[in-house]
């Protein structure tokens, strides 16, 4: 069974730095990409950075660029999100999500994903 927990998130303050974690289990292969995703209050779910467990390649939205890094450690099955200099639009509940297609582009996110972890929430104050 495919699982994905999500952890890091918590109170940060605006300019400071958080670490985001996606743990990965159940996978019987690396031909898949896994991505960060985030629901701010009152907005829809949007992707934020996505990388291919099979390739390394990565894609992160215009928004984040530059602040986010998404990376991964193929030894703990763990997908990170290193996030910098974050800013109150920048609080959200952010899911990391799994997709049976080992690329990464800006078409990434529109893809459906079977699995989720169960978000975590990020506060940033000004």
């Known amino acids: 069974e495919v699982q994905l927990q999500a952890s890091g998130g918590g109170l940060v303050q605006a300019g400071g730095s958080l670490r985001l974690s996606c743990a990965a289990s159940?996978?019987?292969?690396?031909?898949?990409?896994i991505s960060w995703f985030r629901r701010a209050p009152g907005k829809e779910r949007e992707g934020v950075s996505c990388?291919?467990?099979?390739?390394?390649?990565?894609y992160t939205v215009d928004s984040v660029k530059g602040r986010f890094t998404i990376s991964s450690d193929d030894a703990k099955n763990t997908v990170y999100l290193q996030m910098k200099n974050v800013k109150p639009e920048d609080t959200a509940v952010y899911y990391c999500?799994?997709?049976?297609?080992?690329?990464?582009?800006?078409?990434?996110?529109?893809?459906?994903?079977?699995?989720w972890g169960q978000g975590t929430l990020v506060t940033v104050s000004s």
């Open positions: 159940g996978f019987t292969s690396d031909d898949h990409a």
């Open positions: 999500a799994a997709v049976s297609y080992p690329h990464c582009s800006a078409h990434a996110f529109r893809f459906e994903y079977e699995y």
């Open positions: 990388i291919s467990v099979r390739y390394g390649n990565t």
